[in-house]
Every structure is written in structure tokens, then in C-alpha cells.
């Protein structure tokens, strides 16, 4: 309960001038000598608290700007989809600008164009997968990771038409497949045909953005796209019963990350933290109340269901498991530092461990 009215402070004033009069009632029942002294804490005591339910109000979870002080602006990148369901659920809850923040939500079709543009300028964060990170950071850019929003093992899917005769991952050998280049689906693509032990050169892989897939798969200019959602709710509906929907990563999950540069952060600590300290108030809302969360993000997306949730962890974290994931990533991507593991970049150099540091350190799961 906040306080905003004059007539509800009264209110609470008048309650507790009560409790004042009720302290003279009981204390002088006390040994005469302590009771002036007794009577006089409980009383300030009591305007104490009476003092910070009319400036704050009862609940502490979640805080306003400070008073006086304009909104801090930022614009931050990300892909309309459930990866991001703390930042639907922050910005519906309101918890940007209880903590001072005036966030301006930039749409992608995927983390690769939302990360290209935060290297570039264009924004001030983004959220995109554990691989795209890797790629820019193998590539020498500045990036830092703030921090995990999700880990998720099922939310990139193989899809393919059936009448091109795909009904499971080992059909796709000499098949036209639609793929974001750099993209995480690239890479369960590659780990796919690993795990089937099809060779790379029979699969014809086309490059095309995600909504550019669903366009050719429809028209049957490819066999079969790996890609996640909204997009591959789009090819069932374009396809219904002839879509195939394959798992693609194999069990393995990946990272969804909130990315700022090394710059940019120097120049907004104060923002970052507070960026943070509100998706982590909407991933404790996600956690006691996961069926309103759910029915918010759905919304949000215009689905009538998450499947993913199912097999998705929504944590703001920095945890040890990302670091293996993304160095076996990196020499995925440079086969050769496998035998120069000392040319392998140092991932604690691109981990930004400050915000959690200073909003809740018991989030960081790793020695630093």
C-alpha cells in the first residue's frame, strides 16, 4: 500500500497517535523510575514508523523514482519472443519506472541484428543468445554480459514440410535449410548434424532472416527452416498439418543474455543497476505468481500458450555453466584454438559483474 493521499495519511496518523495513547496506558504500569524513559522510545518509535509509511509507503518491493529527479531514458534491443518474458513482464508491471527508468523497447526478429546494433551505437543494451555473444567477442568487440535472463533447452525448433519428406531430423540430408547466419539456430543446426552424423556438405544451408524463412518454406523454396517463435507459430499456420516441428537442440540448452558495451557502461552505472534491479523484481513476480506471468507474456506475444516455459529456467544470474558453454562455442566457431586453448579469449574480461553485485550478489554463481 503506497500513501498517496493527504486523507489516507490522516488516516494512518490517527491510527497511530492511538497506539501512542494506548503506550501511556501500559507503560506506567513499569517501575517508576524507567517509565518517562520507556513511554518516550516507544513513542518515537512509533513516529518513526508513522514517519516512513507517509513518505514510502508498506511496499518495499518495489521502489519509485526519487523524487524530483527526471526518468533516465535508454533504449533496449530485443526479439519479440518468450526468451524475453522478464522484460514483458518488467515493462507490464511497471517496474522500469518504479525504479526511474523510461525504457524504450526496440523489436528485432533475433538477437543477431539486436546485438549487431548495440556494437554499432544504435542501442544502449540488448538481449540476444550465449552464441551470438561469442561470435562478436571471437571477433574482437567490446561486449560485456550483465547477466542471463533464461536458460533454455527447447525453444529452437527444426521445421520442415512434410511433402518434401521430412518427418525427423535424418530426412534433412541433401535438403535446402533456412538459417540465420551467427544466429544460436546456426549452431544447432551444425549440432544436429553432429548428433545424426550427417555431413555439413550434404545440407544446402540459406541464408535468410526469420520472417524472410517463413516466406520460403511456404512457398516451398526451401525444405525445412531452424527457428524459434513467433515464427514458428507463423509456419504452422501457413502450413498446418503439413508442418513438421522437430526438436533442434539435442537437449542442450543455451543462454539468453542482457548485453551492454564496456563504454557504455562506464558512462550509466547507475542506469544498468537500475535495468537490472527490475528484471530481477519481474523474475521474483515470475517466480510467486508463474500462471499470471504467463498469461501476461502470452498476451504480450499474442500466443495462446508458451510450450517453451516448460523447458525454460527464467533467472537473472551469472553462473559458471555459461562460461563452459560459450568457450566450447568459441572453438566450435575456431576448431583451432582447440589446440591453442591459451589463445582462447578470457570470458571473465566480458562478464559485468557490478549491477549484480550491487543489486542482489547472491545471484553471481561463480568465483570472479
Known amino acids: 500500500m503506497i500513501i498517496k493521499s493527504s486523507q489516507n495519511r490522516t488516516k494512518v496518523m490517527d491510527s497511530m497517535c492511538s497506539l501512542i495513547g494506548l503506550a501511556g496506558g501500559i507503560v506506567p504500569s513499569m517501575s517508576f523510575g524507567g517509565t518517562r524513559i520507556v513511554k518516550t522510545r516507544i513513542i518515537l518509535s512509533l513516529l518513526s514508523v508513522v514517519g516512513l509509511i507517509a513518505l514510502t509507503g508498506c511496499d518495499s518491493s518495489k521502489p ?36 526511474g527508468l523510461k525504457v524504450n523497447v526496440k523489436l ?38 550483465i547477466a542471463s535472463l533464461c536458460n533454455s533447452a527447447d ?5 520442415a514440410r512434410k511433402d518434401h519428406g521430412i518427418t525427423q531430423i ?14 544460436g539456430g546456426e549452431f544447432f543446426l551444425d549440432l ?28 516451398a523454396e526451401i525444405d525445412a527452416t531452424v527457428t524459434w517463435d513467433p515464427f514458428v507459430t507463423s509456419i504452422v499456420n501457413e502450413l498446418g498439418s503439413n508442418a513438421a516441428i522437430l526438436p533442434a537442440q539435442n ?12 563504454d557504455g557502461l562506464k558512462k550509466r552505472t547507475r542506469t544498468v543497476h537500475d535495468l537490472v534491479a527490475s528484471l ?3 523474475d521474483t513476480f515470475l517466480k510467486k505468481h508463474r500462471d499470471e506471468a504467463r498469461i501476461i507474456v ?60 550491487s543489486v542482489q550478489p547472491q545471484r553471481i554463481k561463480m568465483i570472479y
Open 108 to 145: 528485432y526478429e533475433s538477437g543477431v541484428a539486436a546485438a549487431n546494433d548495440l556494437v554499432s551505437g544504435k542501442v544502449d543494451f540488448a538481449t540476444a543468445a550465449d552464441f551470438v555473444a561469442a561470435c562478436h567477442i571471437l571477433e574482437g568487440a567490446d561486449l560485456r554480459i
Open 280 to 282: 530481477v523484481s519481474a
Open 64 to 99: 519509485t523514482a526519487p523524487s524530483g529527479e527526471a526518468m533516465a531514458s535508454l533504449t533496449l534491443g530485443t526479439y519479440e519472443g518468450d526468451l524475453s518474458s522478464l522484460i514483458w513482464i518488467a515493462q507490464d508491471r511497471g517496474y522500469f519506472a518504479d525504479h
Open 298 to 357: 502470452a498476451r504480450k506475444l499474442g500466443l495462446s500458450d508458451l510450450p517453451s516455459w516448460e523447458r525454460t529456467d527464467f533467472e537473472v544470474c551469472i553462473d559458471h555453466p555459461l562460461t563452459l558453454a560459450m568457450e566450447a562455442q568459441i572453438r566450435w566457431m575456431n576448431p583451432s584454438l582447440a589446440k591453442r586453448p591459451s589463445d582462447t579469449p578470457n570470458l571473465l574480461r566480458f562478464l559485468y559483474f557490478d549491477a549484480l553485485k
Open 170 to 183: 535424418r530426412d534433412i540430408r541433401h535438403k535446402r535449410i533456412g538459417v540465420l547466419r551467427g544466429s
Open 251 to 262: 537437449g542442450q540448452g543455451y543462454y539468453w543474455l542482457l548485453l551492454g558495451t564496456a
Open 192 to 219: 544436429s548434424l553432429v548428433v545424426h552424423n550427417i555431413p555439413s556438405e550434404e545440407v544446402q544451408k540459406v541464408n535468410l532472416q526469420p520472417s524472410d524463412q517463413v516466406k520460403a518454406l511456404a512457398k
Open 155 to 159: 525453444a529452437i525448433k527444426l521445421v
